[in-house]
């Protein structure tokens, strides 16, 4: 008992540090210093969606820390920013160690005389001093320190520069004796709100300047403290208030207290004019150039081809399948088997039959896929650090506009290639509902993820030029199309584009290789499994007879329809579990000479429209809700074979 | 009580364009009543002023409301042009303190100082700008609606800012309270430096070290002055 409770006490009692910042300011890579674990650090806003949480050993003892998605104000706007907020009313943290981008001071400030009015305990770290010191700008850390009597370290996060001193001082920390006021109505309702608020572990008077600009999400927080009438007594107050101001309230609040940010930047901060100069701002620049941008455009989609498509489909997939499972290891598995399970065929073809977990299970997933992801996930994680992604939103805005998004949406529509489940979960940032629904849609129905895509580009490179335009063509045309449809179905409103650019950085080898050991982890963990309970389920539904049933069920669309030979209909059925199984099994048969070039494209073509596979569906439910799903699936199914029947009868005219 | 006259002209006691003013401006508050009204204006005898007003037809009283009448509002409707515009020439144009440009568009706001003429004339200096610097609206008037293009304006929307050549941001008039606050945490608001770095695909802008991306119709609505 009393160990139990002394475990307890522990438990209780272990600190616990958060890290909250704005967006893209090296919070994730503190985050993985002090713990270890990997999130993913990406150089563009909005790379952590959802609250990460790790382990440190601070001072010899242990101490949980928790990553945040960023945040430019605490009142949000988003719900990635709703997280954030959300995680500073509900857990009582010992610390917070506020990172800052040192170059943005100003937009850091503003967070931090938020996290002050709170009450917590603050750390600001000026993150990034590399580039602070490279853009001529210096600053008065003492000053700072002592104007708002908080602690002030520095840092240069990605060389690890400065990390092992905020460690050491995180846990001393104390809330902030520095004060400010706001003007006179302000004052008086945060006085009368202060009155009706309960007493938790943030300040009240924060509380009531959320509630003053208009946070409400925060109602639902509040019921589970007052009553119903007091809420009312709040709102009451809050209209009251906003009706003196003809500009919405929340903004007067940022005016006042961006007005302290001045004040207390007047002597910290120190800039010299410099000319900024270099590869990064030359690169920078020419991504987004109405015509050199598409020209950039098509280099980085020729070298994805060429890597991903060319060396990682061809050369190294062709080598690992006809050189090391075909040739040596399958035919070595086949004997083996053969001699294991010499008296049941049964369990012999389990594992190396037609339909067996080595010879198709394991064939699939580490000879063809493998090596696929594996080139196509180290140009990615070139493509996430370099910034060049939020560049392709600045190019690509107005066309995303017709489809009810704006260019935000391009991030998660590009991180759905790496892999439509995180992405779909990215699509948090976008500002409404109708976007994040529309969003959701145009990922499940036309966005082939990491592996797919990498069959695709492997067969496409067998097939002729005009089938990859072919391809290209009625996949974005399909998507333009249902975009727009659905930006005029869904309800609710679209939001203007506004997005942070981040400066081009130099992608760190070191963090392409993590990141890309990290999702190779992913897909070994979670999608060879599926491909071996995949091959199972078709090595049963073909012993029992179900396999021929369905065949001749599918037979009328799938021979008829689109022109395909039977066998196609095990491709469909495993693209149910995961739509790049399905499209290897495509390349299988197409690489056996089982299809022609016109059988190939519209393959590809049903198979890149084809319903999202099984955790992406999961995934669906969980963030947009269960109709949603329901809705999406029930609409990319027949659809995805509408649009192959057109193609193939089309090239047959 | 007098009514002055001046350069021939029938001229009404400042008092009486102080007095409507207000009633104005209590109106923007959602007010009506006499009391609240007498409490706030300076003027002493305002009882008596208003009682004027409701003799010149501009108000009607009843027991303890103020409310303006069609002539009235006309009326304070210029008054609060002239004021607000002032406001923003003293505190845009001339930078003066907060204190100066106060009192200066007290004594510009009314018709006896600032002709109609010279009130479309500032009006499109500015930029026909929407709000006061305290951010209450300014009436529109006949200039507003067409674009006149005589007057070079000193304030103008940032789609026509030059590349890369600093602008401060003078005030921002975006249809929805969203966008306002969005752009205000990346650092644009009023009083902000600000540069353009590139037109198309997409407007960039570069505010402090931060390069924000944006829709042509917000750059629309975000109005600059080029600073020397
Ligand atoms: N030059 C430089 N770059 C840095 C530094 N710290 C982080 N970065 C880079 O900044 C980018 C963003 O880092 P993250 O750790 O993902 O930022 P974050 O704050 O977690 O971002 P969100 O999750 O989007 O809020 C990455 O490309 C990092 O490599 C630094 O000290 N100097
Ligand atoms: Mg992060
Ligand atoms: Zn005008």
Partial sequence: MAIVRNVMANIMSEPKIALVGNPNVGKS???????????????????????????????????????????????????????????????????????????????????????????????????????????????????????????????????????????????TVQPSEYRFSYSQPIEQAIATLTELLPTTFIAKRSIALMLLAGDRSLTTWLHQYIPDEKIKQIDDVCHQVARQFVEGLSYVIYRQRSRYVEEICHGVITQEKRQEMGWAVWLGKWSTHPIGGVF???????????????????????????????????????????????????????????????????TYSLAIILPIVVTFFIAFSIMEDSGYLPRLAIM?????????????????????????????????????????????????????????????????????????????????????????????????????????????????????????????????????????IGTLALFFLDRLGVLPVIRNFAHPFVTGFLGLPDQATDAFLIGFLRRDYGATHFFDMFNKGQMDSIQAIVSLIVMTLFVPCLA?????????????????????YPFAFLVGGIVNWTLRL | MKSSSTCGQEVRAHELDELLERVWTLREQGKNEVTD???????EDGKLWLQQLQTLGLVTLLQNTVKMTKEGEREAEQILRRHRLAERLFADVFLTSEEVWEREACELEHQSVLTEEAVSAVCAFLGHPPTCPHGRPIPRGACCSHFQKEIKPFVIPLTEAALADHYQIVFMTPKSHAPLDRLATLGIHPGGEIRVTQRRPSFVVRVGETDVALDKSLAQDIFVKQIS
């Fill in chain 1, 29 to 171: 890579v503190i985050f993985g210093f002090m713990t270890g674990r990997y999130v993913t650090v990406s150089n563009y806003p909005g790379t952590t969606v959802e609250v990460s949480r790790g382990r440190a050993q601070i001072a010899g003892q242990d101490v949980e820390i928790v990553d945040t998605p960023g945040i430019n104000t605490l009142v949000p706007m988003s719900e990635d920013e709703r997280a954030t907020r959300n995680i500073l009313l509900n857990e009582k943290f010992d610390a917070v160690l506020q990172v800052c981008d040192a170059k943005n001071l100003r937009r850091g400030l503003l967070i931090t005389l938020q996290l002050i009015e709170m009450g917590v305990p603050v750390l600001l770290d000026l993150n990034m001093e590399d580039e602070v010191t490279s853009r001529g700008i210096s600053i008065d850390k003492v000053k700072l320190a002592a104007l708002l009597k908080i602690k002030v370290k520095g840092s240069t996060a990605i060389q690890k520069r400065g990390l092992s001193d905020i460690q050491k001082e995180i846990l």
């Fill in chain 2, 37 to 43: 009204l007498l409490s706030i204006t300076p003027i």
């Fill in chain 1, 616 to 636: 992406n569906a999961l995934m669906i439910v969980k963030e947009r809700g269960m109709a949603v799903m329901v809705a999406i699936v029930g609409f990319i």
């Fill in chain 1, 296 to 362: 950039m455009l098509l280099a980085v989609l020729l070298i994805l081809y060429e890597f991903v498509g060319v060396f990682g489909a061809g050369t190294a997939v062709g080598w690992l399948e006809n050189g090391v499972f075909n040739g040596w290891l399958n035919p070595l598995a086949i004997r083996g088997f053969a001699k294991l399970f010499y008296f049941s065929p049964f369990m012999r073809d389990i594992f190396v039959g037609p339909y067996g977990i080595i010879t198709m299970g394991l």
């Fill in chain 1, 396 to 532: 690509m805005n107005r066309i995303f506009k017709w489809m009810g998004l704006n260019g935000k949406a391009v991030v998660p529509m590009v991180l759905g290639l790496g892999c439509d489940t995180m992405a779909t979960m990215t699509a948090r940032i976008m500002d409404t509902r109708k976007e994040r629904i529309i969003l959701t849609l145009l990922l499940a129905l036309g966005i082939p993820c990491s592996a797919q895509l990498g069959i695709i580009l492997g067969m496409l490179s067998a097939l002729p030029a005009w089938m990859t335009l072919l391809w290209l063509g009625v996949v974005t045309g399909v998507l333009f199309l249902v975009g727009s449809l659905a930006s005029m179905v869904v309800p609710g409103h679209s939001s203007d584009f506004i997005m942070e650019i981040p400066p081009i950085r130099r992608p760190m080898l070191l963090n392409i290789m993590t990141k890309t050991m990290a999702r190779l982890e992913w897909y070994l963990k979670e999608v060879v499994p599926l491909f071996v």
